[in-house]
């Protein structure tokens, strides 16, 4: 079965400093996808970054990139130039391809809770 | 509206109640799910529906009976519930290939239900 990590329960970071989030998974899985969300207390859950196991090369999306090592089944979230708005629960997540339907299984972490002191 | 829409915001019902959760989704997408967010605990996911047929129930009580009458919308529909049903209920959708799905799933702002 997949299980997905995140031992930070909490984070802090001052306002546009860098942080990195912790991440590590398990899969007996060749092909699966990696997922960063971000969950603010408006309770919307949304897409940080996506990342698919099969690309070596670290997804990046503005202020967010990964730290993807497959061999230590380890996913880290960089957020760069931290801003106010990024204080939220961000979430790990880890998906199972599903051959034959148009459905696939997102496996959860507890979450992290990111501050940002001004 | 876009993205994916959840109705009602909070809902607060008791164990003798019948309520229905509502989800929309605007994205042109052919799954949709139903999670239980607890907390302290991970996501639970519920329900899997693809093209309006249920593919998954990951072993969820009676008392919880969804239905997608077409692959924008999903209902959640509550009777009898328990004090320990109160969570945030989030649905999501997803569009797949026939053959292979790993897309990316999107969120509604979900459901704050309280069962007293």
């Known amino acids: 079965a997949q299980t997905v990590t995140q031992s930070q329960p909490e984070m802090s970071v001052q306002e546009a400093e860098t942080v990195t989030l912790s991440c590590t998974y398990d899969?007996?899985?060749?092909?699966?996808?990696l997922f960063w969300y971000k969950q603010p207390p408006s309770r919307q859950m949304i897409l940080v970054i996506r990342?698919?196991?099969?690309?070596?090369q670290n997804a990046t999306e503005n202020r967010f990139s990964v730290n993807f090592q497959k061999a230590a089944k380890s996913f880290s979230l960089k957020i760069s130039d931290s801003q106010l708005g990024d204080a939220a629960m961000y979430f790990c997540?880890?998906?199972?391809?599903?051959?034959?339907?148009?459905?696939?299984?997102?496996?959860f972490g507890t979450g992290t809770l990111l501050a940002v002191q001004p | 509206e876009t993205g994916v829409t959840q109705t009602p915001r909070h809902l607060v019902m008791g164990m003798t109640n019948k309520k229905s959760l509502k989800c929309e989704q605007h994205?042109?997408?052919?799954?949709m799910y139903w999670y239980k967010q607890s907390a302290k605990k991970p996501l639970e996911l519920m329900f899997v529906?693809?093209?309006?047929?249920?593919?998954e129930n990951n072993s969820v009580p009676s008392r919880f009976s969804p239905e997608c009458p077409n692959s924008s919308h999903l209902f959640l529909h509550l009777h009898t519930l328990q004090p320990e049903d109160s969570a945030l209920y989030l649905c999501?959708?997803?569009?797949?290939?026939?053959?292979?799905?790993?897309?990316?799933?999107?969120f509604g702002p979900g459901t704050r239900l309280t069962v007293l």
């Open positions: 997540a880890s998906s199972t391809p599903n051959y034959g339907g148009a459905t696939n299984k997102l496996i």
């Open positions: 899969t007996s899985e060749s092909d699966y996808y």
């Open positions: 990342q698919e196991a099969y690309k070596q």
């Open positions: 994205l042109g997408h052919n799954a």
């Open positions: 529906y693809s093209l309006e047929e249920r593919v």
């Open positions: 999501a959708s997803s569009q797949g290939t026939l053959y292979r799905s790993t897309d990316t799933q999107y």
